[in-house]
């Protein structure tokens, strides 16, 4: 195939990971569409586009000038057909259901551009069985961290089938945005999933043992290794219940205990208490931060 020239972008899903993706392209330079089954999440995340930009202003990190330019790239596109077809690249931010995934890949191959890319932001479902209701040539992943508008980092996954021109393309686009591309193989977890998740699930597994409390045991690797947030924090930010996800699924794939997703997890994530989204996970959350730790007596 001939990979296309990324001018224009789709982000399919308008969550934490589509918004922040699409805000990424859109601050860029991409004309970006955004879409999603419910059209009051996609307003919601371009009202959150526009309070993460008008921080970045107050805080000295966005030029003011940029704001307007940024929103005014973003198009919210409720039809999926009419929102991928005139782009270059399509980005798949909807949870981490393998039928869904398949199912709208399904949907996209048949909507966008023959030779648009079909990218998908999971952390840890394999891309070759996604790719193969779509086109596995131009199908591959893109994983982004979250806040995407902080993190410097976008794992590209490639298949063995995926096509070198197409990769290529992926890299560039990651640059034009600032960002720095890694690549590894479509292997279940990829690279850094399997690795956070590891940490983070012994993390919780030294908590419900009593080995330390939730703000002793992120402080020792934030002190002793230099990671910038804890792997109980980490785990409230991203979603206890997106944690479970990928652990369940890299336990079953792998086979390995290191991936059994601890009892005290599963507990927390059954009784609501799913971090930083709902105001209570490891930590209580008010205003996006951390206060205080939050007493696990319960659990």
């Known amino acids: 195939m001939t990979a296309p020239v990324i001018r224009r972008v789709a982000v399919v899903g308008a969550g934490t990971m589509g918004g922040g993706i699409a805000q990424a392209a859109a601050q860029a330079g991409f004309p970006t569409r955004l879409t999603d089954a419910d059209p009051a999440a996609a307003e919601r995340a371009l009202g959150a586009m526009g309070a993460r930009l008008r921080k ?8 003011a000038e940029t704001v307007g330019a940024a929103l005014g790239n973003v198009r919210i596109t409720p039809d999926l057909a009419s929102a991928v077809a005139e782009a270059d690249l399509v980005v798949e931010a909807v949870p981490e259901e393998l039928e869904l995934k398949r199912d709208l890949f399904r949907r996209l191959a048949a ?13 840890s479902i394999s891309i070759a069985k996604i790719a193969e209701a779509a086109d596995p040539r131009r199908t591959l992943g893109l994983h982004f961290f979250n806040p995407v508008h902080l993190m410097a980092l976008v794992e590209v996954v490639a298949p063995e089938v995926l096509d070198p021109a197409a990769l290529a393309a992926a890299r560039e686009f990651v640059a034009a945005l600032g960002k720095e591309a890694v690549v590894v193989r479509d292997t279940p977890g990829f690279a850094t999933s399997r690795l956070g998740i590891a940490l983070g699930l012994e993390a919780i597994r030294m908590l419900e043992q009593g080995v330390a409390s939730a703000p002793d045991i992120d402080r020792a690797m934030e002190l002793g290794y230099r990671h910038p947030m804890g792997p109980l924090r980490l785990g409230d930010l991203v979603g206890l219940d997106v944690r479970l996800g990928i652990a369940t699924n890299l336990w079953r794939e792998l ?6 997703p601890p009892a005290l997890l599963e507990r927390m994530v059954a009784r609501g208490r799913l971090g930083q989204k709902s105001g209570r996970g490891f930590y209580l959350w008010r205003d996006g931060k951390a206060v205080e730790s939050a007493p ?4």
Do not use: C
């Open 56 to 63: 970045g202003v107050e805080l000295g990190k966005v030029p």
């Open 111 to 123: 909507a966008a551009p023959p030779t648009a890319l079909l990218a998908s932001n999971t952390s």
């Open 255 to 260: 086979g390995s205990e290191s991936f059994r």
């Open 296 to 299: 696990l007596e319960a659990e």
